[in-house]
């Protein structure tokens, strides 16, 4: 029987909370793209003097050196332009970083935002340590990053949940445990960086808890032929062991969509998750499987009616054919 879907209703922000997420959002995306151009000259150069010869030595941020030849007019110069471009790249960081602080405040005091600050954190941390390509948000939280770009809030119904799931990329499983590596960290122990009072359940090792009862889920596609049936993301003694999730590879393979997302504190962090239109085709898949828990099948048709008419309602330009996604 065809059950009638109701018509939800969006709490609109208001036009000063939208504008204020408007001007936030640009400048957050402004320090995004300077600290990518400060990475580009991180470490430095300096003079060596060897034999009686000035050479040019380039330093990484891990102190690993590089000569770039003796003293000349072209190394003089390229001496010269580096130092210019690195103070210029620092000094826009600065100044931005600064900006920010402001917006933050504002967000706080026009009530912009309302994700979780454990969320906000976690996704910050992501960002911060370089690893952020390797996750993407699947599951209810997903939800704030599709009323950001909408510029409106769905009912709280929606959006009520004490875990958030990280699907992780097996077909770049090398490329994280080389950043990990380099790290000198595990997945758990950057997580109790955020909190840390996380902890693995003894029988679910691939959940983290913390003190107050929220939950970090690592999920994976189905084993391939190329996948390992039983992964742990680090050697580490004590780490997540990664769960594989039915019908995932639904959610790698679908198009990406990204967002800037508000605290409650006015903090912003970029949410990295999958085209709301692939979130509703799953979310449909999961309200039909027998197996699933009747107490989860009504929010998951709930969820999948709310996105649906939200794109529907408040981002149109998402239904066109071929969309890659998104990022606001």
Not at 188 to 200: C, E, G, P, Q
Request: charged content about 30%; cysteine-free.
């Amino acid at each position: 029987m065809e059950i009638e879907r109701k018509t939800m209703e969006f709490q609109d922000l208001g036009d000063d909370a939208r504008r204020q997420y408007i001007d936030a959002r640009a400048s957050f995306e402004a320090l995004e793209a300077a600290e990518a151009q400060a990475a580009t000259v991180r470490g430095g150069m300096y003079w060596k003097t060897t034999h009686g010869t000035d050479y040019l030595v380039r330093t990484s941020a891990g102190n690993a050196q590089k000569s770039l030849g003796p003293r000349s007019a072209e190394t003089e110069a390229m001496h010269a332009a580096f130092t210019a471009r690195k103070a210029s790249a620092q000094a826009r960081v600065k100044d931005l970083r600064e900006t920010l602080v402001r917006h933050q405040r504002m967000n706080r005091a026009l009530f912009v935002g309302r994700v979780p600050t454990i969320v906000i954190d976690i996704l910050d941390m992501l960002n911060r340590t370089g690893i952020a390509e390797h996750f993407t948000v699947v599951g209810t939280h997903a939800l704030y990053a599709y009323e950001a770009a909408a510029g409106v809030r769905v009912e709280s119904a929606a959006v009520a949940t004490r875990d958030v799931d990280l699907l992780w990329d097996t077909r770049k499983h090398l490329k994280f445990t080389t950043r990990l590596k380099r790290l000198d960290s595990s997945m758990l122990a950057l997580l109790r960086k955020v909190d840390k009072t996380f902890t693995l359940i003894d029988d679910q090792l691939y959940t983290a808890v913390n003190s107050k009862g929220f939950e970090v889920d690592i999920l994976r596609r189905e084993a391939k032929e190329q996948d390992l049936h039983s992964v742990k993301l680090t050697d580490a003694e004590e780490d997540f062991w990664v769960v594989q999730a039915r019908n995932a590879e639904q959610l790698v393979s679908a198009p990406r969509f990204s967002a800037v997302v508000v605290g409650t504190t006015g903090h912003m962090a970029r949410m990295n998750t999958v085209h709301p239109l692939s979130f509703v085709s799953f979310k449909r898949w999961l309200a039909q499987r027998p197996d699933r828990d009747p107490l989860k099948t009504n929010r998951d048709r709930l969820q999948a009616d709310t996105v649906e008419q939200l794109v529907r309602d408040y981002l149109p330009q998402l239904v066109e054919p071929n969309t890659r996604g998104g990022r606001s």
